[in-house]
């Protein structure tokens, strides 16, 4: 099984007034295709940190980060921009729903940016909303929808495209404690299904619902274990 993520001696610093902060410290880390992989930590813990490093949100100061196959610790902001778009489909705290677009049409959007055809952008979503059972919500706005519902379309959303690996931060924290075990069973299930899913959570509990837990301190990864 390949290596979908492979870092090693990973580092960034930040600078706060007088102090530096080591908010990343000789981070080493590999992730199998087909993964289902919580990154758990408190607080300044460098969690954070380390998410918008797999997310591409940010480079680090020095190391380096393999994704599918391909270098990106260096590359310029509009590479990592079509990183993102092809290879990372993000699922945040807040839905990031568009209030005026369809269920259908908020999963549509990021395959315009990548130039899918109309034709095979509504194939795309509509295979992702019925991935996450809610074919029969494909028109409504998400004012329309539960808060469950709403995360369900965010997931369908990153689906959308079949990029390798799902970021999902804090997919649960907007949601009440049943509805935010629908959304890791359902997250369980598309990793069943083959997806890459890394878990981004400050609660042991949640993280545990992964299969394999990484525990994140001071910067450092001090703890990797198979859960189940």
């Known amino acids: 099984m390949a290596f979908l993520i492979d870092i090693k001696d990973m580092t960034k610093t930040y600078v706060m007034g007088s102090n530096i902060v080591r908010a990343l410290d000789g981070i080493d880390l590999t992730i199998k295709n087909g993964e289902f992989v919580s990154i758990v930590g408190p ?132 949601l009440d404690s049943h509805t935010g075990k629908e959304i890791l069973d359902m997250l369980d299930k598309i990793n069943d299904q083959g997806n890459t899913i890394i878990l981004i959570t400050h609660d042991n509990l949640l993280a545990h619902k992964a299969k394999r837990t990484i525990e994140i301190m001071d910067g450092k990864i001090i703890q990797d274990s198979e859960v189940r």
């Open 43 to 174: 607080s300044g813990s460098g969690k954070s940190t380390l998410m918008n490093m797999l997310g591409c949100l940010d480079v680090p100061d020095s190391g380096l980060y393999h994704i599918d196959g391909m270098d990106v610790a260096g590359l310029s902001d509009n590479a990592l921009a079509a990183i993102r778009s092809e290879k990372i489909g993000f699922v945040f705290q807040g839905f990031n729903l568009l209030p005026k677009f369809t269920a259908l049409e908020n999963v549509e959007l990021p395959l315009i940016y990548r130039g899918f055809s109309h034709k095979a952008r509504k194939k795309h979503a509509l295979e992702a909303l019925d991935r996450v059972g809610l074919s029969d919500r494909l028109y409504h706005r998400p004012t329309e929808l539960s808060g469950g519902q709403q995360q369900r379309v965010a997931v369908a959303r990153a689906l959308a495209g079949n990029p390798p690996l799902i970021l999902a931060d804090e997919p649960t924290g907007n």
